[in-house]
């Protein structure tokens, strides 16, 4: 990831400031030249999936794909400054390779090469286009912006876009601390400081009733994503007196989807943003209830939350893990000690998903479905979806029943040992003899 030396402390305002001392530009440094990567085509990724589950041995039949056509007008769009010969250029960075941009994109891109925004030009250090899925954006500009120069500058850059582009239902003004590029996918670790110039801090998805708070987490490709709470309803059949409960939830969006299927609906994740965007969520919701829980995801969490009665029940556990995380120490025995009915795993990657397989078949779950989503097509990136169910049957040989009166046949009898026997206290009573009896 491309990141900047970071500046001193903006002591007098977070988005107006004076300008620090101007740096030397070092001649020294050398271009890094970049080796295009092949993106792999679908048949490439389908091949990838079939060798992987022979390689692995992954027991079950693998369904059909889900995926979407993908729309320009609904995917996030990003300019980036990056370093080419000495200065600072705004480099488009599509979602997919050989994507053609959104006639906005570009409208937006001519403006901000005039010269009259030369200085806000160069304090720019991303522009973030986060589209809502039917056609608009919510734009969100990362800048250093020190001096009345600048400023001035982002207000008539904001003007413009309110004059000239419909498509552009807000402007958000962001900066992180510490000094790097913003990224909806960050932890807590990073601070970020928003400033709104025009529109709503919560940006809709699509048609479907639900808000996105604009810093919260979302896949840049919107279609495929906005479709997928209904595949999941396909691959549970969720009965009315069932419970359902996301992790890593973001902005709860396939769980409220869900909330009217389920006699009660929870959301667990670490994030404010996603907090913010649940309780908007929440207040939408047209039938059922939804339960946010801000806090990381621990072992201990579910001994917590599963020692109340209230919450005993059909439970389906949905996990959709972060790229390059897995779950914490111990997650997977106490996951597998609130015995849910179902366990349905997203994993990132093929890597991940292998591990998570074996362990769950350790803690006695076995795979029952396995769906590959596409979400983002072009990008060479897809995400597998697993169910796992109870081995109720025994066929992991671990099942529970079947173990106990196993175990009570083949069970020894105690011996004690002659460590035990000595310890025991031994009462006997002396008999006389015969003469002394006689006597």
């Known amino acids: ?28 440094a050398k271009e890094t030249v970049q080796i295009p990567r092949r993106v792999p085509t679908f048949e490439d990724l ?6 992987w589950a022979t390689n692995e041995k992954i027991p079950g039949k693998i369904q059909a794909w889900f995926t979407k056509e993908i729309l320009p007008e609904n995917c996030d769009w990003k300019f980036v400054t990056k370093k080419a010969a000495n200065s600072d250029t705004l480099i488009l960075e599509p979602p997919a390779k050989d994507m053609a941009a959104p006639e906005v994109v570009t409208r937006i891109e001519e403006q901000l090469k005039k010269e009259h925004l030369r200085v806000l030009r160069k304090a720019i250090r991303q522009v973030w286009f986060r589209a809502t899925g039917d056609g608009r954006f919510a734009l969100l500009v990362q800048t250093d912006c020190y001096g009345k120069k600048s400023v001035h500058e982002f207000k008539t850059f904001a003007e413009f876009l309110q004059r000239n582009c419909p498509e552009i239902i807000s402007c958000h003004q962001v900066q992180c601390q510490p000094d790097k590029l913003f990224d909806p996918a960050y932890r807590q670790t990073v601070r970020t400081d928003l400033k709104c110039h025009f529109g709503n801090d919560f940006i809709p998805l699509a048609e479907t009733g639900f808000r996105m708070h604009i810093l919260d987490w979302a896949p840049r490709m919107k279609d495929a994503w906005l479709s997928l709470p209904a595949r999941i309803k396909d691959a549970l059949h969720p009965s009315a007196e069932d419970k359902f409960f996301e992790f890593y939830s973001g902005c709860s969006f396939v769980s409220a989807s869900l909330a009217g299927l389920f006699s009660q609906t929870e959301a667990l994740d670490c994030r404010e943003s996603a907090m913010l965007s649940t ?36 439970w389906t556990f949905y996990f959709n893990l972060p790229s390059g995380e897995g779950f914490p120490s111990g997650a997977e025995q106490a996951i597998a000690a609130a015995r849910p009915e179902r366990i349905l795993l997203q994993a990132p990657d093929l890597e991940t998903a292998a591990k998570e397989i074996k362990h769950f078949r350790r803690e006695g779950y076995i795979l ?11 990008t060479g990136k897809f995400d597998l979806l697993v169910l796992f169910v109870p081995d109720r049957a025994g066929l992991l040989g671990q099942n529970p029943a079947l173990r106990r009166a196993k175990g009570s046949v083949m069970k020894p009898k105690e011996r004690i040992s002659r460590e035990k026997n000595a310890n025991i206290p031994h009462f006997v009573q002396s008999r006389p003899t015969f003469k002394q009896r006689k006597d």
């Open 279 to 314: 309780r908007q969520n929440t207040r939408n919701l047209a039938g059922g209830s939804l339960k946010f829980h801000r806090e990381q995801l621990e072992a201990n969490f579910f001994l917590k939350f599963f020692s109340k009665a209230a919450n005993d029940g059909r």
């Open 46 to 51: 389908k091949q990838q999936l079939t060798s």
């Open 368 to 378: 029952r479905k396995s769906v590959p989503l596409y979400l983002e097509p072009g």
């Open 1 to 28: 990831m491309y990141t900047r030396q970071s500046r001193k402390p903006n002591t007098r305002s977070r988005f107006n400031a004076k300008a620090p001392a101007p740096k030397k530009a070092d001649t020294t």
